[in-house]
């Protein structure tokens, strides 16, 4: 259901980015591709009506978050210029490393803390899980390793 959905927003926001480009300067409209412009035609929904409110900016009008999103799409790559391409993009790349630090936040995980050795012993081809020990060669040498790395915080 959700899918149908989805669908039939995207159809829906077509319709409103096809109308939303009838009033496009023509100048500007010539900048974006045939092809994008019948693909936006192809998959609107004809039965959808959307009318714009001439007494509000497009920024104030009530169009779907798809739209907004595929009009942002059209303005950066088809009719921004030079600058204005290099600040969203920056923009864009920013909201990124943001959202990976948010990401590395939340699911902060030291794969190599406890570490594990998954065996296939079973003829049932069942997976059992083994814990990994340390050597003893190991144990002395993360001790020496400590004892170093406490001496050179003093």
């Given amino acids: 259901m959700e899918n149908i959905n989805k669908k039939s927003n995207y159809a829906n926001a077509y319709t409103e980015v096809d109308t939303i480009l ?15 412009i019948k693909t936006i035609k192809a998959n609107k929904n004809d039965n959808y ?8 900016e497009l ?3 009530n169009i779907l978050i798809e739209t907004r ?3 942002f799409n059209i303005f950066r790559d088809y ?31 030291n794969l190599f803390e406890n570490r594990y050795i998954v065996k ?3 003829k049932n081809n069942e997976m059992t ?6 050597s003893f060669f190991e144990k002395i040498i993360n001790k020496i390793k400590k004892i170093i790395n406490i001496k050179r915080k003093y």
């Fill in 22 to 36: 009838k009033y496009l300067r023509i100048e500007d409209l010539n900048k974006i591709p045939e092809n994008f």
């Fill in 49 to 56: 009506n959307f009318t714009i409110d001439w007494n509000k």
């Fill in 59 to 61: 920024k104030d009008q």
């Fill in 69 to 71: 999103a595929i009009l």
């Fill in 79 to 109: 009719l921004a210029n030079d600058i204005q391409k290099e600040k969203i993009i920056n923009m864009q790349r920013e909201e990124e490393n943001r959202n990976e630090l948010v990401k590395q936040e939340m699911y902060d995980v």
């Fill in 120 to 122: 296939n012993e079973d």
């Fill in 129 to 134: 899980i083994v814990e990994f020990k340390e």
